[in-house]
């Protein structure tokens, strides 16, 4: 009960500063946000897949903000936000079509820098070569996100998708769960727990839909509810992988009662994510 209460608190601090960022702040603000997101959630990362090889986590994190200003900057309209302190250089512009070549080899190189542990080598390999994707480029399709029309609504979107999904869940795995649903990766997530959540993700489509997206099709909207409280789910998922074979509780300690960023945006990071296809595909102009 008393972490609950400090994660309640944090929340109500947190949720009106995000607000201002999506809504009342200039669009560089939350630009900014997602930066710093891409290098807390490498630096996180990488203390759990290296802990021991500071060389590698170093590279993580630079590859990792590296392709985070790649995508949200050159994939963007500079006239909606960005990075304007990065210069628009035509050669720049193949960038992000050179960096799955360029981050597989230096991903695979620099892990040869560094060995030992022999067992543990190709994992730690596989994170220096996806590690840049999943910390930079996932953030980075936030901020991309809030670029669109109406882009604060889809973001605030994609955060009720995530955390309305979580706590509906988290309230249900406790009333009503039995049911393992992914016992060997988290005994605690339980059938019941995951319908909760996909009504909590329903509940948030709703709200948006009612209040700030009106004109988007409620069908759709329950649609893309439904799909990405499972991706969510799967997001979820992917870093308790990462935690428990690392032997670590929490990604980290940066936030009061909900451990590390990476522990409270593991399923906005798909959330997010699938609610960016859903605009590209729905609602996107040739």
Not at 258 to 279: E, K, Q
Request: hydrophobic content about 55%; glycine content about 10%.
């Amino acid at each position: 009960m008393s972490n609950l209460i400090v994660r309640t608190l944090t929340a109500l601090v947190a949720a009106p500063l995000l607000i201002g960022a999506l809504f009342v702040a200039p669009p560089w603000v939350f630009a900014v946000l997602g930066a710093l997101t891409a290098l807390v959630a490498a630096t996180e990362l990488g203390s759990m897949v290296a802990p021991q090889h500071t060389a590698l986590r170093r590279y993580l994190v630079i590859a990792s903000l590296t392709v985070h200003l790649l995508w949200a900057h050159l994939l963007s309209d500079r006239s909606l936000g960005g990075y304007p302190c990065i210069p628009d250089f035509p050669l720049l512009h193949t960038l992000p079509l050179l960096a799955p070549v360029v981050l597989t080899v230096f991903g695979a190189l620099i892990s040869m820098t560094q060995v030992l542990p022999m067992a543990t080598a190709s994992t730690r390999m596989g994170w220096m070569i996806a590690g840049p994707w999943y910390a930079g480029a996932l953030p980075a399709i936030l901020v991309l996100l809030h670029q669109q029309p109406h882009g604060a609504s889809w973001v605030l979107l994609a955060m009720l998708l995530a955390w309305l999904g979580d706590t509906g869940g988290y309230f249900a795995g406790k009333m009503w769960g039995r049911r393992p649903i992914a016992r060997n990766i988290s005994p605690n997530k339980t059938v019941a727990g995951s319908l909760g959540g996909t009504a909590g993700s329903l509940l948030g489509a709703l709200l948006v839909h009612l209040f700030l997206l009106p004109h988007v099709a409620l069908v759709p909207m329950l649609i893309l509810g439904l799909v990405a409280s499972y991706m969510g789910q799967w997001g979820d998922l992917v870093v308790s992988v990462i935690k428990r074979s690392s032997g670590v509780k929490d990604t980290g300690r940066i936030i009061p009662g909900h451990g590390g960023l990476l522990d409270r945006i593991d399923a906005l990071l798909l959330t997010g994510f699938t609610t960016w296809i859903f605009v590209q595909v729905m609602y996107s102009t040739p």
